[in-house]
């Protein structure tokens, strides 16, 4: 009796089994395990391997009286080899679920040597040797060198057992990863889908979703899509940071597979034919594909031996989902475009350039909305010299908001091409809208410059339920004019108050919609609550193109989510100089023309104008305010004093 004349063997059998319900891996009690076999009556030597499915020598320990428990000690796994591949053609016998084969050592030498030689080094004379089967196709070897041959079958049995615990704990925690990479693959695709419903950047989101898969699921991962009739990459990923752009430079470079192999198993990883320094030997791809149409790869590296691979199914799942967020995307920014370039041909595609007056835009089109906007704007001339600028808001989106839109515009300039009033056109439009039943309303600012004299420049301001035009002043404060007016399109009569006021040379007229003052800030404030009349005085002094700029941007602080117009015209008051001069006459004339308008503070020269050949000096303004302006060489320069 050998297991049986050791008392510790069933205790020690009955922790091995409650650890192995335990651990995590089979390394946890493999030192428990291997002290264990060697306090088993002569017993000198315990070797540990796993094999691979191929004959190769994954892992290796051993474990002596003078030793311990080693792993991987140098040499061994080359010792082992030779086994593996006479280990057919022993003689065994069926124990539980282990093949056990005993042998004297000096059998045991003629074919392993190396083997042999460690047996005796301990004082083994026999081994008594167990294969079974593994997790992953794998197979195992727990092999006994003793200091004498067993007369009976108690070193079998106990080999036996010890084979039941390694294949019941390797299944655990094999069904444990498995599990435990089902759960980090439903995380990922969880976290993959939220991120690509709420965005429509998709490069954005690719990058994303590749930093999520490594290392999750995988050591390195890459998209590339189809763009122009070329494969573009747009994102990798290495679980190295330090390896990541050498992984982003050979994908580049076209130094890896590329594609998979035909001839290759679709359900394992195929070879990447990356270099080696980046440590990705292995990969499993998808096409990305949606609604028919092929829009990239998604690949996915490992790292040879690595069992964390995704399933097949994983990585199409996660392709399919990816693929569709790219088409959904594209045909997003599809439609934007055509609504962009729809809402564009219900604006004016030119202003008409007017005496004395600088004009400037700015329109945002709703980021969210694949809708036609009813925002609309306008500059007219009138017969009798006069001009009128126009921006209105139709309710609601789509065709029928555009049709109304075109409708009003289109009206109420017509009107005042003729010779009609603002006010006029505002009812017969109001009118038209009531008779046809159109079944929208929409609302109406309107601003009528008149001729320039002494004291200013006139203008006459009309508003239909529409927020009324505002004027900064020169000095930076802001104005709202006192216009009032019901919508157009509800009531009968509109009921309109007009309002006059007088620009100084400098004065700026702000027209916009509610898209501008409805925008919010990260506390939810309204910009036209809160900030817009401070926000008109900080850019008073700006050119006009940078002002509706900023403001239809919500000067960076408000978040402009709707469609949003805006129309400013700045009053330059009478042009005093409008020369064409050599460019180093051009300061000197200026300043002379400014100081005939006899203002103060005229500095003594001029800083930074174009330079070489002709260029074009006009001055305008008054005493107060001059505002200089030198062209030449594709360059405009230009000053306020």
């Known amino acids: 009796m050998i297991a049986g004349d050791s008392p510790r063997w069933p205790d020690l059998l009955h922790a091995l089994w409650r650890t192995a319900f335990a651990a995590g891996s089979t390394k946890v009690f493999a030192k428990e395990l291997y002290l264990g076999l060697l306090e088993l009556p002569h017993v000198r030597g315990v070797l540990g391997a796993r094999i691979g499915p191929g004959g190769d020598v994954l892992v290796v320990r051993w474990a002596d009286h003078d030793h311990g428990v080693t792993s991987g000690p140098a040499g061994l796994a080359e010792d082992v080899a030779p086994w593996v591949a006479r280990s057919a053609r022993l003689a065994t016998r069926d124990v539980g679920q282990a093949k056990v084969a005993v042998l004297g050592v000096d059998e045991l030498s003629s074919f392993a040597p190396g083997l042999g030689a460690r047996v005796r080094d301990v004082g083994g004379t026999a081994v008594v040797a167990a294969s079974f089967r593994a997790a992953a196709g794998d197979n195992a070897l727990m092999l006994l060198g003793l200091a004498q041959t067993p007369a009976d079958d108690e070193v079998a049995g106990a080999l036996g057992q010890v084979a039941d615990v390694v294949i019941a704990a390797d299944d655990r925690i094999a069904d444990q990863a498995l599990l435990d990479n089902r759960l980090a693959a439903d995380a990922v695709l969880a976290e993959v889908s939220l991120r690509l419903a709420r965005s429509l950047d998709v490069e954005e989101t690719l990058r994303a979703v590749v930093r999520m898969v490594v290392p999750a699921l995988a050591d390195g991962a890459a998209v590339h899509v189809h763009r122009d009739g070329a494969l573009v990459q747009i994102a990798t990923?290495?679980?190295?940071?330090?390896?990541?752009?050498?992984?982003n430079d050979h994908l580049l470079n076209g130094r890896w597979a590329g594609v998979t192999s035909k001839d290759h198993d679709e359900n394992l990883p195929q070879p990447s034919l990356l270099p080696d320094d980046v440590g990705l030997e292995l990969m499993t791809s998808a096409v990305l594909r949606a609604r028919?149409?092929?829009?990239?790869?998604?690949?996915?590296?490992h790292r040879a031996g690595v069992r964390r691979t995704p399933t097949r199914e994983f990585v199409r799942d996660i392709a399919?989902?990816?693929?569709?967020?790219?088409?959904?995307?594209?045909?997003?920014?599809?439609?934007?475009?055509?609504?962009?370039?729809?809402q564009l041909h219900l604006l004016p595609s030119v202003l008409p350039e007017l005496d004395g007056i600088e004009v400037a835009t700015g329109y945002n089109v709703g980021g969210h909305l694949l809708d036609v906007g009813g925002d609309f704007?306008?500059?007219?001339?009138?017969?009798?010299?006069r001009f009128t600028a126009l921006i209105g808001d139709v309710c609601g989106r789509g065709a029928a908001a555009a049709a109304v839109t075109g409708l009003a515009r289109h009206t109420v300039e017509t009107i005042l091409e003729v010779g009609g009033?603002?006010?006029?056109?505002?009812r017969l439009l109001n009118a038209k809208m009531l008779r046809n039943k159109v079944g929208k309303f929409l609302t109406m600012a309107t601003v009528t410059f008149g001729s320039a004299g002494p004291e200013g420049l006139p203008i006459r301001?009309?508003?239909?339920?529409?927020?009324?035009?505002?004027?900064?002043?020169?000095?930076?404060?802001?104005?709202?004019?006192?216009?009032?007016?019901?919508?157009?399109?509800?009531v009968a009569s509109p009921s309109l108050t007009l309002v006059d006021d007088v620009l100084r040379p400098g004065d700026c007229v702000v027209l916009f919609t509610d898209g501008l003052i409805e925008a919010r800030d990260g506390a939810g404030a309204f910009f036209g609550d809160t900030d817009l009349e401070t926000?008109?005085?900080?850019?008073?002094d700006l050119p006009l193109p940078e002002m509706a700029a900023a403001?239809?941007?919500g000067d960076g602080r408000y978040v402009v989510d709707d469609d949003a117009a805006v129309l400013l015209l700045r009053y330059r008051g009478p042009r005093v100089l409008d020369v064409v001069l050599p460019a180093d006459q051009a300061p000197a004339a200026a300043l002379a023309a400014v100081r005939s308008l006899g203002g103060s503070g005229v500095p003594d020269e001029l800083t930074a104008p174009p330079s070489g050949g002709d260029v074009a000096v006009t001055v305008d303004g008054d005493g107060s305010w001059t505002r200089i302006e030198i062209r030449g060489g594709g360059r405009t320069w230009w000053e306020v004093l």
């Open 292 to 301: 028919g149409r092929v829009l990239g790869v998604l690949t996915f590296f």
């Open 551 to 553: 403001l239809v941007a």
């Open 461 to 490: 301001s009309l508003t239909a339920g529409h927020p009324p035009p505002m004027i900064v002043r020169r000095d930076g404060r802001v104005e709202e004019t006192t216009c009032r007016g019901q919508l157009v399109g509800v």
């Open 320 to 342: 399919a989902r990816a693929a569709l967020a790219i088409g959904n995307a594209t045909l997003y920014g599809e439609r934007r475009a055509e609504v962009e370039e729809l």
């Open 535 to 540: 926000t008109l005085a900080a850019l008073h």
């Open 421 to 426: 009033q603002p006010d006029d056109a505002v």
């Open 377 to 385: 704007y306008g500059v007219v001339r009138q017969p009798d010299g």
């Open 237 to 247: 990923a290495h679980v190295d940071a330090r390896r990541e752009r050498l992984l």
